[in-house]
């Protein structure tokens, strides 16, 4: 996507954040579901908007009170969502799906803006009231946090745009990354995305690198499998297909090995790298103030980001969704928060982040146009019930049984033996 739509974009958000704070919070209404609010953005600015470099355009914003009721209730204060949307440019994300969706990430990598299909657009707005209804019941959720919809207009040319959580810390090495369906038929990463340095694997792919699975201690696996199950329910009521579990894994004993890695090269002498992700360090008679300036600068901007981190990524991570109360696996400074504590085959200790994306296929959707003709001959209700129920059992049942593993407990008696 082109520079000029990304500022657009923000700009568009930052003009519907900013409305807002004049409209008072209130109860949800039915009709807070359907609104669709559209402001033109003439060129040369107008009262309410600014002027900008490009040509004229329209911004629409779905739901406007619905959504900032659900971030409101994800912890995610107005002042924050601007901030994260529109005070730095975003970043394209390098492993976008088949769909030809793209992906921009928040410089404080909290959000990530997706741009979606007209059907999909329109199927998150028909779904925004079962939504609200979920999540009014169940906090708890993987399911993906949605925290706007908008569509971009020039020149007749729409691109509408889903704002939720990023499931993936960028500011961490993640050693692996899965996106898992529970099926097997062609699900193997590409040659292409294999080359990649941080590839997403798929199921065949997850099969062979962990072939016992990943341990989690009781009462995480419970959580985490109870979690799914609900989430997948509600999925299943919707007649939503297709979606995954995205999970990243990073290994703390991997990160410490490669930390000694880095230390021994620099004490040796060959290289100048003063950390595993340093940058080569000057000595201090070369530095410039204006780079000292800017280190400063850099270094301040980060413990802001780490406020901030803390602050929003506490009602969004792994761990606080599966409301599971296992100890922190090692408090380290540079881990962020949320992580899952979980162990591999050999016993070494993993962090994982996770979540369930990409739910906005329906069945009920994809059968109007690839069944429409199909279903004047066959039952169509048949399949559009089972297909989505047979999905979503297949799930679970690879997530309960081939990727999460329960640690044996001690405490079992046939471990403990007779006495
Ligand atoms: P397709 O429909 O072909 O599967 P898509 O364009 O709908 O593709 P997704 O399946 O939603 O794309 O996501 C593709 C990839 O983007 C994921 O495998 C993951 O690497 C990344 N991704 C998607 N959503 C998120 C998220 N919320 N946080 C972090 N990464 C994400
Ligand atoms: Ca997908
Ligand atoms: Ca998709």
């Known amino acids: 996507m082109a520079q000029f739509l990304m500022d657009n974009v923000r700009c568009g958000i930052q003009h519907a954040i900013g409305g807002l704070a004049s409209k008072p919070e209130r109860d949800l209404l039915m009709q807070d579901f359907m609104t669709v609010e559209t402001t033109n953005f003439p060129h040369e600015g107008s009262n309410h908007t600014p002027a900008h470099h490009y040509s004229e355009f329209k911004f629409k914003t779905y739901a406007p009170i619905a959504f900032r009721y659900f971030r409101d209730l994800f912890g995610i204060q107005p002042d924050d969502f601007l901030m994260s949307m529109c005070s730095a440019p975003l970043r394209e994300l390098s492993n976008p799906g088949a769909s030809g969706s793209i992906f921009y990430l928040t410089n404080d990598d909290e959000f990530i803006i997706k741009t979606v299909q007209h059907k999909e657009g329109e199927f998150l707005q028909k779904l925004l009231p079962?939504?609200?209804?979920?999540?009014?019941?169940?906090?708890?959720?993987?399911?993906?946090?949605?925290?706007?919809?908008?569509?971009?207009?020039?020149?007749?040319k729409n691109v509408r745009l889903v704002a939720m959580n990023n499931i993936l810390p960028s500011s961490i090495k993640l050693h692996q990354k899965y996106d898992l369906k529970g099926s097997t038929y062609k699900r193997k990463a590409s040659k292409?995305?294999?080359?990649?340095?941080?590839?997403?694997y798929k199921d065949l792919d997850f099969m062979e690198h962990h072939t016992e699975g990943l341990f989690l201690e009781a009462d995480t696996y419970n959580a985490l499998i109870k979690t799914m199950q609900r989430d997948c329910r509600v999925l299943e009521s919707f007649k939503i297909m297709d979606y995954s579990l995205l999970v990243g894994i990073h290994n703390l004993d991997e990160a410490q090995r490669e930390k000694t890695e880095a230390r021994k090269r620099t004490d040796s002498g060959h290289s100048d790298v003063d950390d595993a992700e340093g940058e080569p360090k000057k000595s201090g008679l070369n530095?410039?103030?204006?780079e000292q300036g800017r280190e400063d600068f850099t270094a301040q901007v980060k413990r802001t980001q780490s406020i901030n981190r803390q602050r929003l990524v506490a009602h969004s991570t792994a761990m606080e969704s599966i409301q599971a109360e296992s100890e922190p696996i090692d408090e380290e400074d540079d881990v962020p928060p949320g992580g899952i504590p979980a162990r591999n085959?050999?016993?070494?200790?993993?962090?994982?982040?996770?979540?369930?994306?990409?739910?906005?296929?329906?069945?009920?959707l994809r059968k109007k146009l690839e069944h429409t003709w199909k279903s004047m001959i066959h039952d169509g209700d048949t399949v559009s019930v089972h297909r989505p129920s047979f999905y979503a059992q297949r799930f679970l049942d690879f997530m309960a049984k081939t990727v999460f593993k329960k640690i044996p407990s001690l405490d079992l008696p046939e471990i403990k033996g007779n006495h």
């Open 130 to 156: 079962g939504y609200y209804l979920n999540l009014d019941q169940n906090p708890r959720t993987l399911l993906p946090k949605f925290f706007g919809l908008y569509c971009y207009q020039c020149n007749s």
């Open 192 to 200: 292409g995305e294999r080359q990649k340095t941080s590839p997403t």
């Open 287 to 290: 530095r410039t103030r204006s």
């Open 345 to 364: 085959a050999r016993g070494e200790r993993l962090l994982l982040f996770l979540g369930i994306i990409d739910i906005l296929q329906s069945y009920r």
